[in-house]
Nanobody
Framework: QGQLMESGGGSVQAGGSLRISCTDS????????IAWFRQAPGKERERVAH?????????YVADSVKGRFTLSRDDAAKTVHLEMSSLKPEDTAMYYC????????????????????WGQGTQVTVSS
């Protein structure tokens, strides 16, 4: 079993909402960059959102999903949720959670090559 475990994917109609979760078993959870990426068939992997778990500041959310997606956290459970609303068919993809240990001075990167730990992914399908 890997460090990161995604859950909560599924199928939903356009306009609906879904929450997917990433539970991190690492002891470094309190100081990590944790990101959500997604990849649709035939497309490049896209970073959706990320957060530095040391700080209680608003997470970064990509322009393509801003206003519809956000991150929430349950630090006691070492879990980061991706809250998705007003879903569109183009949001259909495999969603991956990724992490990398960080320091308080770290600025989380946007590139997928930066992240060292990856979950298995959870499928989100939005039908029109």
């Amino acid at each position: 079993q890997g460090q990161l475990m995604e859950s909560g994917g599924g199928s939903v109609q356009a306009g609906g909402s879904l929450r997917i979760s990433c539970t991190d078993s690492a002891n470094t959870y309190a100081d990590e960059c944790i990101a959500w990426f997604r990849q649709a068939p035939g497309k490049e992997r896209e970073r959706v959102a990320h957060v530095h778990t040391h700080y209680r500041i608003p997470p970064y959310v990509a322009d393509s999903v801003k206003g519809r997606f956000t991150l929430s956290r349950d630090d006691a459970a070492k879990t980061v949720h991706l809250e998705m609303s007003s879903l569109k068919p183009e949001d259909t993809a495999m969603y991956y959670c990724a992490s990398r240990s960080a320091t308080v001075f770290t600025r989380c990167h946007t590139s997928d090559s930066y992240y060292t730990n990856w979950g298995q992914g959870t499928q989100v399908t939005v039908s029109s």
